[in-house]
């Protein structure tokens, strides 16, 4: 995250260089930074970021940008106009995505006599996060995160992983009880599948639930630029369980391009939707660094298992704290119609003085 600009990150210049690295360190951290001073009409190398075109649509101001240069922070209306802005713009991304990419899609799969057989392949990726926000990923398939690998528990399920990085990787299938030999930790259980190599993982799959699965090399860099996603296990026995109508994912991550959902940052977060009186499945999963409390407005979490495990006893709650590489379940009774704020409650990872950002999504229940 170092990139990013913070309060501290000035250089020894003069004027107004300095006065404007404080204004955006003020702002927050990560991809909102990064959006605010694309919208008030910084170039992204004043504001050291990763941001290449930067705009989000109709949010440049060129009356604002000057009076950032000169360090005023802005007027009320400014601030309320970049605020409605966000808000638009996210209203259009329910209707049509405002962002190039989807991540988490469900990884296609074939049948090899009683197995299933999926195939990744690791590659850089350029991955917009935000409107005009584009980072280098590294990513499975192309996407951020990775593609959703749904398996069965018990069926003999073959992953063959391609390497096309210029670096060596693995695989780690986070939460399942595999031989040690398929368990992805380089020289550990493996050697490291080098650049232009493929390596055959197979196991079968279990315990049950929302797991993850991820690089376990180099992994600092690997991982939070988006070799991870999601691995579903449907149990063998369905009745483990509660029954739910919609199936939703939330994957936190806080190290590619700001704090995102699902590989986006606000305004092109996912925006979750249900209908009065549904049972709303929400799967938490954490691949950054930090924990994130994620709080639904309106509405009630009831959480049923932790990394997959049944708890013992379900717990009702408003604000889940999901720690690095956990995983949540809860069920939600979309009982209460309106569009409830969702987002981490850690305040600089969700909204600032030019409106939301990062972890901030919405639940719309009609
Ligand atoms: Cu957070």
Redesign the pocket.
């Known amino acids: 995250m170092g990139h990013f600009p913070a309060a501290g990150d000035t250089e020894p210049s003069t004027g107004g260089r300095i006065a404007r690295r404080r204004f955006l360190g003020v702002l927050g951290a990560g991809g909102g930074a990064a959006a605010i001073a694309a919208s008030l009409g910084f170039r992204s190398g004043d504001a050291k970021d990763e941001t290449s075109a930067g705009h989000m649509a109709g949010m440049a101001h060129p009356a604002t940008a000057q009076r950032a240069a000169a360090a005023a922070p802005p007027s009320a209306d400014e601030m309320d106009a970049h605020h409605r802005a966000g808000v638009e713009a996210f209203e259009r991304n329910r209707l049509a995505p405002i962002t190039a990419g989807t991540g988490a899609l469900d990884a296609p799969f074939r049948k090899e006599g009683g197995r299933r057989v999926f195939e990744l392949t690791a590659e850089r990726t350029s991955w917009e996060v935000t409107p005009g926000q584009r980072v280098e990923a590294l990513a499975f398939n192309g996407m951020v995160p990775g593609p959703t690998l749904r398996m069965v528990e018990g069926e003999p399920t073959r992953v063959v992983v391609h390497n096309r990085l210029d670096q060596s990787t693995s695989v780690h299938w986070h939460g399942q009880r595999v031989p040690n030999a398929m368990d992805g930790v380089t020289y550990l259980t493996q050697e490291p599948i080098r650049p232009g190599e493929t390596f055959v993982y197979d196991f079968t799959p279990g315990p049950s639930g929302t797991h993850m699965y991820h690089s376990h090399h180099n992994s600092t860099e690997q991982v939070t630029k988006g070799l991870a996603g999601a691995l579903l296990v449907q149990p063998a026995e369905t009745a483990v369980e509660p029954a739910a109508d919609r199936d939703y994912l939330f994957i936190?991550n806080?190290g590619l391009g700001g704090?995102t959902v699902n590989g986006k940052g606000f305004p092109a977060t996912p925006a979750y939707t249900a209908r009065r009186g549904e049972r709303v499945r929400f799967r938490f999963l954490n691949y950054g660094a930090?924990a994130?409390?994620v709080h639904l407005h309106g509405l009630t979490y009831e959480v049923f298992a932790r990394d997959g495990y049944p708890l013992p006893q379900p717990f009702r709650c408003d604000t889940l704290t999901i720690a690095p590489f956990e995983r949540w379940d809860a069920i939600v009774l979309a009982d209460n119609p309106g569009t409830w704020a969702f987002h981490?409650?850690?305040l600089s990872?969700?909204e600032g003085p030019a409106g939301m950002f990062g972890?901030f999504s919405a639940l719309h229940v009609d």
């Open positions: 936190l806080d704090f930090m994130h409390p981490c409650h850690i990872h969700a972890m």
